[in-house]
């Protein structure tokens, strides 16, 4: 899970494009729910998808790290955030558009948590309104023995962090290692990070259960596909 690294999030993330990614999934949702004026970010991280999805709803995020929505909220004051599981939550309200981005849903690790994120989602969707969800890989393309490099590099801290791909059948484990430099020294620090590996039939299930129809967009935001869900 995330710890350390939550003080350089952004920066290690600097490559995705939240904006166009924001436009394209205003886009998504003017094509299936024109009327939609709330929107709630599952798994919001530090707020960069809701600080420009802000501009066309009234948005609202949580999360489950503190260190995360500390700097959501320092970015998006105006915004509400709350601590909260994606497996068992309840803001007692429901949202014209509720979004789950950047494979946070692997995070539930299990089938059964899997389920229960579907229901809690659907449980906050007001009737016609829909869902997207940005899967993490699965069981049949998740790449195996694979080892993965990723630098930043500013005039005053470099950041390399590095980690090869393992895991079970339905479970991918990330050990990352990070190297944090700065005019002060160097250190050293690494994370576990497990996601579950769940099968289109699996996501589908778990919607389908909560209440949703589904269908999946290929293209998706970046290359992982999308799901999109829609409360009759």
Same mark, same amino acid.
């Given at each position: 899970?995330?710890?350390?690294?939550?003080?350089?999030?952004?920066?290690?993330?600097?490559? %995705?494009?939240? #904006?166009?990614?924001? %436009?394209?999934?205003?886009?998504?949702? !003017?094509?299936?729910?024109?009327?939609?004026?709330?929107?709630?970010?599952?798994?919001?991280?530090?707020?960069?998808?809701?600080? =420009?999805?802000?501009? =066309?709803?009234?948005?609202?995020?949580?999360?489950?790290?503190?260190?995360?929505?500390?700097?959501?909220?320092?970015?998006? *004051?105006?915004? @509400?955030? =709350?601590?909260?599981?994606?497996?068992?939550?309840?803001?007692?309200?429901?949202?014209?558009?509720?979004?789950?981005?950047?494979?946070?849903?692997?995070?539930?690790?299990?089938?059964? /948590?899997?389920?229960?994120?579907?229901?809690?989602?659907?449980?906050?969707?007001?009737?016609?309104?829909?869902?997207?969800?940005? *899967? +993490?890989?699965? @069981?049949?393309?998740? +790449?195996?023995?694979?080892?993965?490099?990723?630098?930043?590099?500013? *005039?005053?801290?470099?950041?390399? +962090?590095?980690?090869?791909?393992?895991?079970?059948?339905?479970?991918?484990?990330?050990?990352?290692?990070? !190297?944090?430099?700065? *005019?002060?020294?160097?250190?050293?620090?690494?994370?576990?990070?497990?996601? $579950?590996?769940?099968?289109?039939? #699996?996501?589908?299930?778990?919607?389908? #259960?909560?209440?949703?129809?589904?269908?999946?967009?290929?293209? $998706?935001?970046? $290359?992982? /596909?999308?799901?999109?869900?829609?409360?009759?």
């Amino acid at each position: 899970m995330i710890t350390r690294s939550a003080a350089f999030y952004d920066v290690l993330n600097h490559f %995705r494009d939240y #904006q166009g990614q924001a %436009r394209r999934i205003h886009e998504l949702i !003017l094509a299936r729910r024109p009327e939609a004026t709330t929107l709630l970010d599952v798994g919001c991280g530090t707020g960069k998808h809701i600080e =420009y999805l802000k501009d =066309y709803y009234r948005a609202e995020g949580f999360d489950i790290n503190d260190d995360l929505l500390r700097i959501a909220r320092g970015r998006c *004051p105006e915004t @509400p955030f =709350y601590k909260a599981d994606m497996t068992d939550f309840d803001l007692g309200k429901s949202f014209d558009v509720v979004i789950c981005l950047f494979s946070g849903i692997g995070y539930v690790r299990t089938a059964e /948590g899997l389920e229960k994120a579907a229901a809690c989602i659907s449980r906050h969707v007001a009737p016609g309104g829909i869902v997207l969800l940005e *899967p +993490w890989f699965s @069981p049949d393309n998740y +790449w195996r023995e694979h080892v993965v490099l990723n630098v930043v590099d500013e *005039p005053d801290r470099k950041i390399v +962090w590095m980690y090869s791909h393992a895991g079970s059948e339905d479970l991918s484990v990330l050990d990352i290692h990070y !190297l944090v430099g700065t *005019p002060a020294g160097v250190e050293h620090f690494s994370e576990r990070h497990e996601l $579950g590996l769940f099968t289109c039939e #699996q996501y589908q299930s778990a919607f389908t #259960q909560a209440g949703l129809s589904v269908e999946f967009d290929a293209r $998706g935001l970046a $290359g992982r /596909g999308l799901y999109l869900g829609k409360k009759e």
